[in-house]
């Protein structure tokens, strides 16, 4: 399956009201946004999720290029950190 495939899901807890009233609901909002604008209508390839606050190594996107190969190879890798 394809990640975007994946943004079609929808959240099946019990609790369903108390997580679309809770933080981390917005929070993977953002991130379903971030991801589908990327992903589906920019149509990239691969995408770099950071927080604001991380100080990242010069050589971080290397690294992500390095092993870009895995996910498009192996279809049961979803992420390389």
């Known amino acids: ?10 959240h099946s807890a019990s609790h369903g009201q108390v997580f679309e009233r809770s933080g981390l609901y917005r929070i993977s909002k953002h991130f379903k946004f971030a991801l589908e604008s990327a992903i589906s209508e920019r149509r990239h390839s691969h ?3 950071l927080e604001d606050d991380l100080l990242i190594s010069p050589d971080l996107l290397r690294y992500f290029w390095s092993v ?3 996910l498009e ?3 049961t890798l979803w992420c390389a950190s």
């Open 68 to 70: 870009a190969w895995l």
């Open 47 to 49: 995408a770099v999720l």
């Open 1 to 10: 399956s394809c990640v975007r495939d994946v943004f079609s899901l929808k």
């Open 73 to 75: 190879k192996d279809p």
